[in-house]
């Protein structure tokens, strides 16, 4: 009888510590990257003019084409990993919610062509803003997300494009 106490109780045990850890556990799924526009809660793609690409919030992976075919990855491929996806322009699209957005990349990459840049974004993530960011073109910006103050001589109010290129 006390050896069946013993196992009951070390069954009990084993069964809550796994509860816990369970419920301890937590996986953002289907959340935006750090460095996507804030705001855009029921989006489930941007488009990426710059490198052509799409990304899927839900499932965390880029979608390009190569090799002959659309490619899913949770990498950009090998030519655009130096890419700053914190200052590269994200278009996000609300209209769309399928599993294949490049359906559209046609009228997507005629709409939107590399260096596109719209209305500005506020990104998700958090900086420093103290501390100086570079993109991958070596150009400096001031980590905010409001581009390089170069551009004050631009006509924008020293606003930017939100990109820290020149």
């Known amino acids: 009888m006390k050896k069946f106490k013993l196992l009951a109780l070390g069954i009990v045990l084993f069964i809550a510590g796994s509860a816990s850890a369970q419920v301890s ?6 959340s935006p990257p750090a460095w996507g526009p804030s705001g855009y809660a029921q989006t489930d ?14 499932a965390s992976q880029f979608i390009y084409f190569g090799s002959g075919n659309w ?20 278009v996000v699209l609300n209209d769309y919610h399928g599993r294949s957005p490049y359906t559209y990349f046609k009228n997507h990459k005629a709409k939107y062509h590399k260096g596109y840049k719209g209305k500005y974004q506020k990104t998700i993530g958090h900086r420093n803003n103290n501390q100086k960011r570079y993109s991958s073109k070596g150009n400096q910006s001031n980590g905010n997300g409001k581009g390089n103050k170069d551009h004050a001589n631009k006509g924008n109010g020293g606003k930017g494009h939100g990109n820290g290129k020149h």
Do not use: F
Not at 71 to 89: A, F, H, M, T, W
């Open 45 to 58: 793609y941007y488009y990426l003019p710059d490198v052509q690409a799409y990304y899927d919030i839900r």
């Open 71 to 90: 490619v899913r990855s949770r990498y950009l491929p090998q030519q655009y990993r130096n890419y700053d996806l914190y200052n590269g322009y994200k």
């Open 25 to 30: 556990v937590n996986v953002n799924i289907g």
